[in-house]
């Protein structure tokens, strides 16, 4: 079951798209007089485009935020260093060591 931010109404219309397309080839197919087993060849290779497809866009997602959390990161590191230095120089000026 899906929750709700999983409803995407714009995947759920590509998805039935592509159902209908494969749907038409397939009777199609049947009407050409294809054999069973070149009808699923044929079902093979229109699931893999699609497939290649899909992953073609997951990946142009992916690169889209890749930047913003190399940012993310770098200023993770640099907060956390200032925040190392600073609790290392907190027990040196408490001891005298430091001078104001």
Request: aromatic share 8%.
């Amino acid at each position: 079951m899906r929750s709700p931010s999983d409803h995407n109404p714009s995947q759920e219309q590509a998805n039935e798209q592509f159902v209908a397309a494969m749907k038409a080839r397939l009777e199609q197919a049947q009407a050409d007089g294809q054999s069973p087993e070149q009808m699923q060849q044929l079902a093979m290779a229109l699931g893999h485009t699609e497939a290649g497809r899909r992953a073609t866009k997951v990946v142009t997602q992916v690169h889209s935020w890749w930047p913003g959390f190399q940012r993310f990161l770098m200023v993770g590191a640099l907060a956390c260093a200032l925040a190392i230095g600073l609790a290392w120089l907190t027990p040196l000026q408490r001891t005298g060591l430091i001078y104001q």
